[in-house]
């Protein structure tokens, strides 16, 4: 079949096999050339450096540029859990289902080990599945079979608690009054208002249910149990906080009162390591920087600020994407050379955070992202933001608009190749 993007809301409903490949290809490209120095992947490794990597959301965004790094940058071992829906004859898969796909094929072809896992990750059964897995990758690598590093990077509307069998459904609403504010529709270029009402107590407390840091904990708990977490195992969950003008509907928000929850976990992680004489494993949160992601197109605020926020950062030379935040993340944080001796050593915030997002939160760049948010109308949107590279990554976060790809070519769905 011939496959074309199909948006409906800034909402992309499909997704093109061969896209979703060449962008995992070209993110796997990135880490291999700056962490591994264009060494092969599977001569990588190093004293201090992961040797085995559970990566929890492993399919798209932040998740899957960090089995990259760990895999095709540190020549990882990788284990990746994701809930994605498969291809059809006459339909295709989720954008998660090619990038898994692409992933497990091109890690074979390095010689690195990579299992991937389908199934609901909040459930006690995928972390059963999970353990057996780590034990199978690491009989396979012959290595011993504990995971070192966990990436806690789960991103789902909904979540059944595996101890009540209540699903829980996240929102993403303000908290105690309504909201404005303006956005942009990135298909059409409009300014547009959007409005959201206060969120009730129960979806607030629903939303830190499926988004906060209990699953976080019963994974790490479930593994350490079990006997698969390594000594000196390091674990990082991801949040964003970004500049005060999306505080209402974001950090003061429900998605804000999910990740304060998500820093507590961390916290707790932190203290039952101290309390089990574990040194050297540690916990963090990363702070990241604002994203086109499938979610972010959707919240509100966030498609006008980011367009904005990347014009400037382009014009300044400091735009990242996701491989390019993970990739420093790695190697100027969490495995510099300091930081792989001792995680003490590792650079944190008051909060033990990693902040990953320094620049963008930089006082010069805020400034010139609210100038130019204040300027911004329908007549002169596209010369003062960046919607068309917000469109972009949005685009190519489905596997379209990505260069070299033929979408007038007939296609597969199944993406094999």
């Known amino acids: 079949m011939i496959i074309k993007p199909m948006v409906r809301n800034n909402i992309c409903i499909n997704s093109h096999p061969a896209g979703c490949a ?12 700056v962490l591994a120095g264009g060494k092969p992947a599977a001569e990588a490794s190093a004293p201090g450096l992961p040797k085995l990597a559970l990566i929890l959301g ?7 540029a960090s089995r990259i790094a760990a895999a095709f940058g540190y020549g990882a071992v990788t284990v990746g859990v994701s809930f994605e829906k498969p291809a059809t004859e006459s339909k295709p898969g989720t954008p998660g289902y090619y990038n898994n796909l692409c992933f497990d094929r091109d890690a074979a072809g390095a010689g690195l080990v990579s299992k991937t896992l389908d199934g609901d990750a909040f459930s006690d059964n995928m972390k059963d599945l999970a353990v057996a897995a780590i034990k199978e990758a690491a009989a396979e690598a012959g290595i011993p079979a504990q995971a070192d590093l966990v990436i806690y990077s789960l991103a789902s509307p909904v979540r059944t608690d595996p101890k009540t069998g209540i699903m829980h459904r996240s929102v993403i609403k303000p908290i105690g009054k309504s909201y404005s ?3 942009i529709d990135m298909m059409t270029a409009k300014i547009i208002e959007s409005a959201a009402e206060p969120a009730t107590e129960e979806e607030i407390a629903n939303t830190v249910k ?3 840091g209990e699953d976080w904990e019963l994974w790490i708990e479930a593994l350490d149990r079990a006997g698969v977490l390594a000594p000196a195992a390091r674990t990082l969950a991801y949040t964003y906080i970004g500049p005060e003008l999306s505080w209402e509907i974001y950090k003061n928000g429900t998605i804000g009162r999910a990740k304060e929850d998500l820093e507590r976990a961390g916290k707790e992680i932190n203290r039952s390591f101290a309390s089990g004489g574990n040194s050297k494993r ?4 990363s702070v990241n920087k604002a994203l086109v992601t499938r979610a972010s197109a959707v919240i509100p605020i ?6 904005c926020l990347f014009r400037v950062m382009k014009e300044q030379g400091l735009h990242e994407g996701c491989i390019e935040q993970i990739v420093r993340l790695y190697k100027d944080r969490l495995y510099s050379a300091e930081g792989r001796e001792d995680p003490g050593n590792v650079p944190v915030d008051s909060e ?8 963008e939160m930089r006082k010069d760049i805020q400034e010139a992202v609210l100038e130019r948010m204040a300027k911004t109308t329908e007549e002169n949107v596209l010369e003062l933001t ?3 590279g917000f469109k972009h990554d949005f685009l190519e976060a489905h596997g379209f608009d990505v260069e070299g790809v033929d979408y007038d070519a007939d296609i597969n769905p199944a993406g094999n190749e």
């Open 58 to 64: 492993c399919s798209t965004g932040y998740g899957l």
């Open 210 to 212: 499926v988004m906060g």
């Open 386 to 388: 960046d919607i068309e």
């Open 282 to 285: 540690r916990a963090w949160i």
């Open 181 to 183: 504010g303006k956005t």
């Open 22 to 33: 060449a962008s995992v290809r070209k993110q796997i490209a990135y880490a291999a050339r």
């Open 302 to 307: 966030i498609p006008f600020y980011v367009s």
């Open 352 to 359: 033990n955070r990693i902040r990953i997002d320094d620049r």
